[in-house]
């Protein structure tokens, strides 16, 4: 989902950023926006975790690097290529972008079926594949679905619950219309008119969200109602009741007899 | 767990003693407490953990697909034979007040709810919250459908809260 602002972002830059001859000879890139363009033809390399706005602006950008090859000389090896080294800075995060991209491949195959879902993304600054979950559609196929998902996934899936009360697919649909309306010369104007439209929907989305959870190593969910299903799965989890101590004695001598 | 588990069986039914210490430290807790949750009492709690673990100990099952399975349905079916052997006349879904649970872990008041529950509800929460299985697995170990789990789970859920 935020890729796709970063992508609508990107583009809108694009349409009026101009190609550079850079002075030294040896940098590729005028700042790091050339990078990010770049890897968004070509695909990430697998070291890297995502790219998003250091400030708010595409004129500082951070590349995620995953923690085992994130080094000095990579990041040396990266700002080699970009002129404006002050617009290149790094984060260390845990999974690549590429990993994260082939569990969202392989989860929007659930789409369509008994799982209550409403959108999944990458997010690159979270590190994370966002789930977006329908809460008034919850059901056990769902709940299933959560649980074998964090099982199997840990914290690179983080599940949100609300009604699904924006279509962005029709968002989607009325900005590619206003686009092809558009002249040729007013093009960035459209590009502006979808990243706003997004936006606006994105925030409709997060307003009526009713609650926003994470999935926990047990698959139970932390939740803001006053006594939450979350809460009550802690409480029950965290029980003290456990076999004694004699009984494990008497139980683990059943082989020695 | 469950790929650990079915190392350890395999390596219990090739006569390695040393797999039955393994298995019961990765499943003694969850196990002892749906005993626990269904019958209301150590005593008995304790008495089926020892025939539920020497029964495995002698017998391990064939069946190496789903030891997870194979373990709660057994410690299920031993729990709730002693249930029906203690209270004849008494149905699973009578509510269940055993003093022992406030006395083991009086300071938590969630045991005193959970102990108000239904046998099933404490059965279903129990497998789910402790044992860790999907209401897919556990409609498999209970025999009843997998939305019939599902409302018992959300079912108890709601008791617990109003009584919280």
Excluded at chain 1, 17 to 25: C, E, H, K, P, S
Excluded at chain 1, 182 to 205: E, N, R
Excluded at chain 2, 83 to 108: C, N, Q, W
């Amino acid at each position: 989902m935020k890729r796709i602002f970063a992508i609508m972002l990107a583009a809108v830059i694009s349409a009026v950023t101009a190609v550079t001859a850079f002075a030294d000879g040896t940098a590729k890139y005028e700042t790091a926006f050339g990078l990010f363009e770049e890897w968004m033809q070509t695909g990430y390399p697998d070291y890297v975790t995502g790219m998003w706005s250091t400030d708010g602006s595409m004129d500082n950008l951070t590349v995620g690097i995953v923690e085992e090859k994130y080094s000095e000389e990579l990041k040396n090896e990266l700002l080699s290529l970009v002129e404006n080294k002050d617009t290149l800075s790094f984060a260390k995060q845990k999974y690549s972008n590429n990993y994260l991209r082939s569990i969202q491949e392989e989860l929007t195959a659930y789409f369509g079926g008994e799982i209550a879902l409403s959108g999944m993304g990458v997010y690159d600054m979270e590190n994370y594949v966002g789930i977006d979950i329908v809460s008034d559609k919850m059901n056990p196929a769902t709940e299933d679905f959560i649980r074998e998902c964090t099982e199997k996934y840990g914290d690179a899936v983080h599940f949100e619950f609300g009604s699904a009360n924006v279509d962005l697919e029709e968002i989607l649909y009325v900005t590619t219309a206003t686009e092809e309306k558009a002249p040729d010369s007013m093009m960035w104007i459209a590009f502006a008119a979808v990243a706003v439209l997004l936006a606006g929907g994105a925030a409709i989305v997060i307003i009526s969200r009713r609650r926003s959870v994470l999935a926990g190593a047990d698959g139970t969910l932390a939740a803001a109602d006053s006594i939450s299903d979350g809460q009550l799965e802690s409480l029950i989890g965290e029980t003290d009741i456990a076999p004694s101590a004699e009984l494990d004695e008497k139980i683990l001598s059943i082989t020695k007899k | 767990m469950e790929d650990r588990l079915s190392e350890l069986f395999l390596r219990l039914r090739s006569g390695d003693d040393s797999a039955f210490a393994g298995i019961y430290g990765e499943v003694k807790k969850p196990v002892y407490i749906i005993i626990y949750r269904i019958v209301g009492n150590r005593e008995t709690a304790e008495e089926i953990m020892q025939e539920l673990f020497l029964k495995l100990y002698k017998a391990p099952p064939e069946d190496m697909s789903n030891p997870k399975g194979w373990i709660f349905t057994a410690a299920r079916n031993l729990a709730i034979d002693a249930v029906r052997k203690r209270r004849p006349d008494t149905s699973e879904e009578e509510p269940h007040t055993s003093g022992e649970a406030e006395r083991i872990t009086d300071k938590i008041d969630i045991e005193r709810a959970i102990a108000g529950l239904s046998c099933a509800e404490r059965e279903v929460l129990s497998l789910y919250i402790n044992a860790g299985l999907t209401f897919e697995e556990i409609s498999q170990i209970t025999g009843a459908s997998r939305s019939a789990v599902y409302r018992t789970y959300r079912r108890a859920l709601k008791a617990l809260r109003k009584r919280l």
